[in-house]
């Protein structure tokens, strides 16, 4: 990779080398819990997403300004403060998917994947490197719910773009008898172990390390 | 003198049984037979079917996933399908057959590294996958009806509540007509003298552990005649009752002894035995499902590498370390 | 000593900075959420009941029930909003009921059930199971109604509260009355009913003597004890002193003393067995 | 009644016929004999002075001993043949490595040490006298195990001997020897266990025959008929009947406690052979020079018990059995079960060699191991009661102390485990490495 650019370095990293939820086995609670259609997942990985940028930023900005026995109440804070607020923005002006995502938007405060970057980056780079890192763990993490949730939706639910009948596209007919087990939170745990098999076996392919 | 060739030199012993993987499992195919032919017998075409798309697609899965041409191979795929067909109902659709056999070695088998590295009962994976995702093909509490010697029947039409799921109905049938397997029920399971047969040829053959059938079914009986809830003409009764009806059997003799996923100390093997008995009793007792064999030997699977480690036999000889 | 100074300042700065981004946020977009919430009611409120013209507000145990009525005053049917207790907080749905105390619809409008087992409670599935329940129905789970196991205390709060709400709203805004149920000219003798609890029959013995009925004792159950012991003995009493299965059974234990009340039922729908009893108390 | 048995063992294909009927025959003195300094259990020899300082050219005569050792544990060895001494210095050895050797080049005359005479009546000779024979003898168990026969012979103080037990089980597919053994001096059997029961002071002799030798069995039967204390033992056929603690616990009912010696419940077990050698260290003052072995296996063309004298090589004993075919994959010294397969046969034959065995793929079973699929086959074989597959899994992964904690030291490598496993797994070879290095640990 790209040794030489720090930025393109952090963006791909986040994305691929260290995706959160495929390589390193981060905040597997809403990878669990909020994947069973493509909707929601990409809805969640978003949100998730503005809070690590944001928390990122912040954090990487105050790092002078914090003491470090203190670093990790306020991190918190911070990540807290921005969840709060993501929250209430999807409650007014995204209610369904709100309505989806229900307790896994405040369980973002404690997913690890963003107090771990807090911790591990942005508490020790510029800012403007951690608005980098942000984006590109952010992207992975939605990347790989995205993933994730659209095998489950495809298999568990025979839709894409669902629930409802509205936005659902059924991929294959009425006569499809969807595999309910992919739908169900028992499912998600071996969807995800299959498609922790099939990442390390294509990485090891092209050897990425 | 001259010696031609290369010597091998390995370590001893230098002669071996003749026995290996694949002759033990063409022994359980064999013991399996009875309890097949008797499926075909009493379910007709469409058990033949489920038994013939059973085994083949999980050879095939094994076969796909190994990369290699040979079909049969050791042997161990072509008894999981059997045993997945086996507990199977009659009618269930083709498709769930095979991808119920695909689960069952890939997921329930491949995943863990093959054979000799499964936690769980590939063909009860199978099943359970099944069932959580097609509960509806999968009967649940109503059964296809056996209709004996009728090949041409569908069995999808006839149908019927298990015995275990109606106390109503468990009152209809005798005892001997439980045994010989003339009940509704999953296509291998109803038949008690088959699998009985079967059973007793592994136990001679030397493949099974009498201890783990001998300590389910006990254990089921012993429950069964306790607290089975007399419903039956006497207690003696319902205790046989529980052991002819629903899974016993075919879990005692054949799932529950499959060599990787149980212990292989003998104590081991009979707790594991009584364990599965306990929590099939009482999921059929006191819980809110009318069978438990599959999650009691699934949760026994689970806890059998720990049953292993506090059952190490004494050696010859040995005396207690704790003395 | 400084230190300590200092961090705490540093902790207060972040917290104060934090609470004034929330508030502007929260200012920002709390009359959003609740102009989105009253609209989304009166367009439920036009869907379930299109000739609506106007509603009156009343509330009873905490529930609000809106009376709707159309341009002529005429009453087309009540919009309950019920709050109940789910697995993991408050659930809280409309229900859409006609004049014929009919259930013609649920929207579930807020709650924080876990998602893919407790908000089974928002599907279409599940709610289409209540449409056209009305309040003769027993809304019982097993009978008319499924509980979805795996989310055993979200659907079995949403059919309990269902039943709490059908029950206000066709006594107190549709003058229904539940019709007593007689058994004055019963004979006497022992009588005995069964009825199927989660975990096992429940059967009692009644009993009846002299057109009253004299004792009611509970042969077998098999409810869980630490609830069934709100609902034994005081529910047999009260039918005792009431001479009438109508009473009302909002104990800690709801599910245990009607199930008592419907094995009552259930014995003295039945032929008497006897003057001595069953035989083998 | 039921036989009394052991648990576990195996009924491996026995393979005796092609010799059980043939006669032990004398083979020719051989051209050159190698004597290894090391053909016992315990302390190997050092060459004697006198040996040493004249090197090659020396002649010796035979029973001449050439090493000793001081130590307690250790047998003396001794010079076959009469002859010359042509080479001192490390020579291949079936135990897979090079010892220190003495090869002596035959003179053909075969000329016998002048103090080579009978002992006298056994009555007139002290418990004292015959250990010093037996050990002078430089006799060791002749089954295989090649322990130091005097020092069963002397019992500590404290562990009173009652019982000795002949071992006739030969429960090592192919072999015959011992069989054949028992049928031609089956007296001098009985006069070695009378000897034994004399240095021990033991009450009862009994001699056990696996009950697949029924004539053998008979003639036992008959001659001990008007012995006084000593019986004959009818043994069940199954392998390892002869191990020892098998031997003790089916015989006496009685079960050595694990890591410790028979003598530890009053019993002393020795095999015929010995028995017959100690006779004839009595009888004859001859020391162990000479033994017999059966050679046998699909790859030998003539099969034969023979007696061959100690440190010819195995390649002229089977030149003398008409060589072995091309299709020979293992040349095994021993039993199939417990022997040591050979990469070559320049290597002398001593005290512990049983049987050469040339096997071809009619006898040996080639396959690639597969992964355990745990049947506890293994388990339920082991007659220690262990768990084969654990330890080997242990031993595999290099948990050593995980191996020791399955008892792992107390397998006696009988093979019944690798023999049986239909995984073809070499449990005891994984188990033999996991026992090699706990006991490195513990000397450390």
């Known amino acids: 990779m790209s040794a030489n650019n720090p930025y393109l370095d952090d963006l791909s990293r986040g994305i691929i080398r260290e995706n959160p939820v495929f390589r390193l086995l981060l905040g597997m609670c809403p990878v669990l819990g909020v994947t069973g259609y493509l909707i929601n997942g990409l809805g969640m990985g978003l949100a998730a997403a503005a809070v690590l940028i944001a928390s990122n930023v912040v954090i990487a900005s105050l790092k002078n300004f914090i003491p470090p026995q203190v670093r990790i109440p306020c991190f918190i804070v911070v990540i807290a403060t921005f969840v709060t607020v993501i929250e209430m923005l999807l409650q007014a002006f995204q209610p369904a998917l709100y309505e989806a995502l229900g307790v896994f938007v405040p369980l973002i405060v404690v997913n690890c994947v963003i107090l771990g970057r807090a911790e591990a980056f942005a508490s020790k780079k510029p800012v403007l490197r951690s608005l980098v890192d942000g984006i590109g763990v952010g992207l992975g993490f939605t990347l790989a719910l995205g993933i994730l949730a659209l095998v489950r939706e495809v298999f568990g639910h025979g839709t894409i773009m669902g629930p409802g009948p509205d936005s659902a596209i059924l991929l294959f007919g009425e006569g499809f008898e969807p595999m309910a087990l992919f739908g169900q939170p028992a499912g998600a745990f071996i969807a995800l172990g299959l498609l922790l098999g099939i990442t390390n076996v294509i990485f090891k392919k092209f050897n990425i390390k | 003198m001259v010696i031609n060739g290369k010597l091998i030199v390995s370590s001893s012993p230098h002669i071996k049984s003749v026995e290996s993987i694949q002759s033990v499992m063409t022994d359980v195919l064999i013991a399996l037979f009875p309890a097949a032919l008797m499926a075909v017998l009493l379910f007709g075409y469409r058990a033949l079917l489920t038994i013939i798309i059973g085994v083949f697609s999980a050879m095939l899965a094994e076969a796909i996933w190994r990369r290699k041409r040979d079909l049969f191979s050791d042997g161990s795929a072509a008894v999981t399908g059997l045993l997945l067909a086996l507990i199977l109902p009659a009618a269930v659709p083709w498709w769930v057959v095979v991808i119920g056999s695909f689960s069952a070695i890939i997921i329930g088998k491949q995943v863990f590294g093959g054979i000799g590295y499964n936690i769980f009962n590939p063909a009860l994976v199978g099943r359970a996958i099944l069932v959580v995702s097609w509960g509806g093909h999968m009967a649940g509490d109503i059964w296809p009806s056996p209709q004996p010697f009728a090949f041409g029947y569908d069995a999808a ?138 999650f009691g030997i699934l949760l026994m699977n689970a806890v059998t590498p720990i049953i292993d480690n506090f059952t190490i036999p004494r050696q010859f000889g040995g005396v207690n370390k704790s003395a | 000593m400084r230190d300590v100074l200092r961090l705490s300042i540093t902790l207060a700065l972040v917290a104060i900075a934090s609470a004034a981004l929330l508030t502007g946020v929260y200012n920002v977009t709390e009359p959003v959420i609740r102009e989105r919430e009253e609209r989304d009611y009166l367009e439920a409120l036009e869907r379930f009941f299109p000739e609506i013209d106007q509603f009156e507000t009343e509330k009873i145990n905490g529930d609000t029930y809106d009376l709707v009525y159309d341009q002529a005053g005429e009453k087309l049917g009540v919009m309950a909003t019920v709050k109940t207790q789910g697995y993991d907080g408050t659930i809280t749905y409309n229900l859409a009921i006609n004049t014929d105390a009919e259930i013609i619809g649920i929207l579930v409008v807020s709650h924080t059930e876990t998602p893919g087992i407790g908000d089974i409670i928002t599907t279409d599935n599940f709610q289409e199971q209540f449409i056209g329940k009305s309040f003769e129905d027993p809304i019982e789970p097993g009978e008319d109604v499924d509980i979805v196991s795996g989310a055993t205390l979200s659907t079995g709060a949403m059919i309990s509260s269902i039943r709490r709400a059908l029950n206000t709203v066709g006594e107190n805004f549709l003058d229904m009355e539940r019709q007593a149920f007689e058994f004055e000219d019963l004979d006497d003798g022992f009588y005995r009913g069964t009825v199927d609890g989660t975990y096992g029959p429940l059967t009692v013995e009644v ?27 005081e529910i047999p009493q009260r039918i005792i002193e009431e001479q009438k299965l109508e009473v009302d059974v909002e104990t800690g234990a709801t599910l245990s003393a009607e199930r008592i009340v419907s094995a009552v039922k259930n014995a003295l729908e039945g032929a008497p067995e006897g003057e001595n009893g069953g035989g083998d108390n | 009644m039921a036989e009394p048995s052991f648990k576990g063992g195996v009924h491996p294909a026995y393979n005796k016929e092609a010799t059980s009927t043939l006669a032990i025959v004398k083979m020719p003195l051989p051209q050159k004999v190698v004597v290894p300094m090391q053909q016992h259990i315990g302390a190997p020899c050092e060459l004697l002075a006198d040996v040493e300082k004249i090197e090659k050219g020396f ?73 010093k024979i037996v050990r002078e003898a430089g006799i060791v168990g002749l089954g295989g195990a090649t322990f130091p026969a005097h020092v069963k012979l002397s019992p500590p103080e404290d562990k009173p001997i009652d019982i000795v037990i002949i071992n006739g089980a030969e429960c090592e597919p192919y072999l015959t020897a011992d069989h054949r053994v028992m049928l031609e001096k089956a007296e001098e059997i009985i006069f070695g266990l009378r000897v034994m029961m004399k240095a021990l002071g033991a009450s009862e002799g009994i001699i056990g025959v696996e009950n697949n030798k029924p004539d053998a069995y008979k003639l036992m039967e008959r001659l001990v008929a008007e012995e006084e204390n000593i019986s004959a033992f009818s043994l069940p056929t199954k392998y390892p009947q002869g191990a020892e603690k098998m031997l003790i616990y089916v015989a006496t009912g009685r079960v050595v406690p694990a890591g410790a010696l028979p003598m530890e419940v009053g019993v002393v077990n020795h095999n015929v052979g010995t028995a017959v050698a100690i006779t004839q260290a009595i009888r004859e003052g001859k020391p162990l020079v000479e033994r017999v072995l059966t050679v046998t296996g699909s790859g030998i063309n003539q099969p034969a018990n023979l007696l061959v004298r100690l440190g010819t090589l195995v390649s002229e004993v089977l030149e003398y059995c008409g060589g072995i075919s091309e299709s020979t994959l293992k040349l095994v010294v021993g039993g199939p ?79 019944c485990c690798s023999y049986i496993c239909p995984s073809k797994i070499p449990l005891v070879q994984w188990i033999r490495i996991g026992k090699n290095e706990i006991m490195k640990r513990k000397n450390k």
């Open chain 4, 337 to 415: 079960m417990m022997g040591l397969a050979q990469p070559t046969a320049d290597i002398p034959v001593i005290k512990g060699t049983s049987g050469i065995l040339a096997l071809t793929d009619e006898d040996v079973y080639l396959a690639e191991s597969s992964p355990c699929i745990r049947c506890a086959k293994c388990v339920s074989s082991c007659p220690m009661n262990l768990m084969p597959t654990s330890i080997a899994q242990a031993a595999e992964h290099g948990n050593y102390k995980r191996a020791e904690e399955l008892y792992a030291l107390d397998c006696f490598e009988c093979g």
């Open chain 4, 59 to 131: 002649e010796v005569k035979a029973g001449q001993k050439l090493g000793d050792n001081k130590g307690f544990v250790s047998a003396p060895v001794h010079a076959p043949i009469s002859g010359t001494v042509v080479d001192i210095g490390p020579y291949n050895h079936p135990l897979g490595m090079k010892i220190n050797a003495v090869t002596i080049e035959s003179d053909g005359r075969d000329e016998w040490m002048d103090n080579t005479k009978p002992a006298g009546s056994l009555d007139d000779l002290s418990v004292d006298e015959i250990r």
């Open chain 2, 157 to 294: 039409i006839v149908t019927g509540a298990t015995v275990l799921a109606s106390r109503e109905l468990a009152v209809t049938f005798s005892l001997p007509e439980m045994f010989i397997g003339n009940i509704p029920g999953s296509l291998g399971e109803t038949s008690a003298l088959a699998l009985l047969i079967g059973g007793i040829w592994l136990v001679y053959k030397g493949h099974i552990d009498y201890r783990i059938p001998g300590g389910f079914i006990g254990t089921v009986f012993i429950l069964g005649l306790l607290f089975g809830g007399g419903f039956y003409a006497n207690n003696l009764m319902t205790g046989l009752f529980h052991v002819v009806a629903g899974g016993v059997m075919i879990g005692a003799i054949y799932m529950a002894t499959d060599f990787v996923s149980t212990p292989v100390t003998p104590v081991g093997r009979l707790i594991f035995g009584i364990g599965c008995g306990v929590i099939t009793m009482l999921i059929r007792l006191w819980g809110t499902l009318p069978e438990g064999v599959t």
């Open chain 3, 207 to 233: 009993e009846f003597r002299d057109g009253r009925i004299q004792t009611i004792e509970i042969i077998e159950h098999n409810e869980t004890e630490a609830y069934f012991v709100d609902a034994y003995p």
